[in-house]
């Protein structure tokens, strides 16, 4: 296994690489277009985003995840495969527009509101950061473990999306709309590039074949339910905050949200990785399969403990320093995301190991349970504490999701000790405590002293074995070495 250790390092590292970069940009544009617009216009425009990103549900049917499991699997020709993928994906993505063109009328938002998210929709079809048409074209590059180009493509978007805005702000005086424009058109040039590549380097049989499109569609349908249960439960929130309390609430919790989702990257690069192998081992080599299920766990609930813990701590002295005083109501509702963000880490990678072990029905039960929860909790709080209660509605749906994951793969999959338990209760405890006793501290020495206090609470309560560093340690050493051979 050392290729394929080899490969999920190397392709991490670039996914890890890419997404630093897009998230330094879109933190930063919309930091500035939060702060630009103000509270009530970035609320019509979180709104119409919101919108469209909840039609995501149809335009990405697991359909993606469905196609990466089977390319990596070889059960099917690869041609075929990909060529009735890009027909079904085509398919799906028309009727999502429909469905949301057609429900539109009926959501009575202001005019302004309804016209960017006409703009808006465009991103259905060319939108990275949606389960898009586009995105079916990576598919290829993520079974292979070659995400490289992708990521260059999506670094594009962001890059012209950062040059348009702040030219429309500076020279032009742009408003809502404009800015509209640039977040939909700004992803053209790296869906072009992308289908170009793709095209150019792959064979693709376009001649529809109801058997593969039948066996997709049956794979993919009760992932579908899963991801109808998960984005509702991500999008709801917003949405529910827009009928319930006014359009500078929305602006604020969408400031919060803004600077929490992004992060998800920080797990989601390995788990893009380590998809394609769980898939392939689980159906040939069932001990390697609960090796990487272990090794994963690991490594991303520690992403989790270090990214929520840190930055909880520090919520206050963040949103103060990034945002006008106006946003600074959201501080409450900014802490409880990140805490969240934590669980949904390994919610991402429990999901991810489930349907790779083709236990897609059970991730849908247990995101339906998520969302029935949330909506509940966004009905209680939301009238009551506003912000800060979509923020606990959140933090309650993460938790149980959580939880009921985490049971079914213990009593599904058989998998047992999915991380040392006692070492990491530990750990958490440990590290929670001195982030608690250092939050009084300026901002850039808290984060200075986070940083090494973790590494050496690492080494200090043996997180990582002997034999891990070392594998950990050559992996790198090889990387570099190839790397250096090719320059």
Not at 7 to 30: E, K, M, P, Q, T
Request: charged share 15%; aromatic share 14%.
């Amino acid at each position: 296994m050392e290729v394929s250790d080899s490969r999920v390092v190397s392709n991490s590292l670039f996914i890890y690489a890419g997404r630093v970069i897009n998230l330094v940009f879109n933190f930063f544009i919309f930091v500035y277009l939060a702060n630009y617009l103000g509270e009530s216009a970035f609320g019509r425009f979180s709104i119409a985003i919101t919108y469209v990103g909840t039609f995501d549900i149809i335009a990405n049917f697991g359909l993606n995840q469905i196609l990466v499991r089977e390319l990596a699997g070889g059960r099917t020709e690869k041609s075929r495969l990909l060529g009735n993928g890009i027909l079904l994906k085509g398919v799906i993505t028309l009727l999502a527009l429909a469905c949301a063109l057609a429900i539109l009328p009926f959501m009575a938002y202001p005019r302004e509101t309804m016209v960017v998210v006409w703009i808006i929709l465009v991103n259905l079809i060319v939108s990275s950061k949606l389960s898009s048409t586009r995105t079916v074209f990576e598919s290829i590059f993520q079974a292979q473990l070659r995400m490289a180009f992708p990521i260059l493509c999506n670094i594009l978007d962001n890059l012209l999306f950062v040059l348009l805005i702040f030219l429309a702000a500076h020279f032009f005086n742009a408003g809502l709309t404009g800015m509209a424009l640039i977040y939909g058109l700004c992803n053209l040039p790296g869906t072009f590039w992308l289908v170009g590549r793709f095209l150019r380097t792959n064979q693709v049989s376009w001649q529809p074949q109801w058997p593969v499109l039948r066996e997709l569609l049956r794979e993919s349908l009760p992932l579908a339910f899963y991801l109808f249960f998960s984005i509702l439960t991500t999008k709801i929130d917003v949405l529910m905050l827009s009928w319930m309390r006014n359009e500078a609430e929305v602006g604020q919790y969408a400031a919060a949200t803004r600077l929490v989702y992004p992060l998800s990257f920080l797990s989601t690069s390995l788990t893009i990785s380590l998809f394609p192998l769980l898939s392939k081992s689980f159906h040939e080599r069932r001990e390697e399969f609960d090796r990487l299920c272990r090794r994963g766990s690991k490594y991303v609930f520690l992403i989790g403990l270090f990214t929520s813990g840190v930055l909880a701590f520090a919520a206050d002295p963040i949103i103060r320093t990034l945002y006008v005083p106006g946003y600074a109501a959201c501080i409450p509702a900014f802490r409880l995301l990140l805490i969240s963000l934590g669980f949904s880490f390994l919610n991402f990678y429990f999901i991810d190991i489930l349907i790779s072990a083709r236990r897609q029905k059970l991730v849908t039960g247990v995101m339906a349970l998520a969302f029935a929860v949330n909506l509940l909790l966004n009905l209680l709080l939301i009238p009551a504490l506003g912000i800060a209660g979509a923020g606990y509605a959140k933090l309650g749906s993460t938790v149980t999701a959580f939880l009921f994951l985490f049971m079914v793969l213990r009593w599904q999959l058989k998998i047992s000790r999915l991380l040392p338990y006692a070492r990491i209760v530990l750990l958490t405890a440990a590290f929670l405590l001195t982030l608690g006793l250092m939050r009084e501290l300026n901002l850039p020495l808290y984060l200075l002293l986070s940083v090494v206090i973790f590494v050496l609470f690492l080494r200090a309560f043996t997180i990582f074995t002997y034999e891990e560093r070392e594998k950990f340690t050559n992996l790198i050493t090889g990387l570099l070495k190839k790397r250096s051979r090719r320059t």
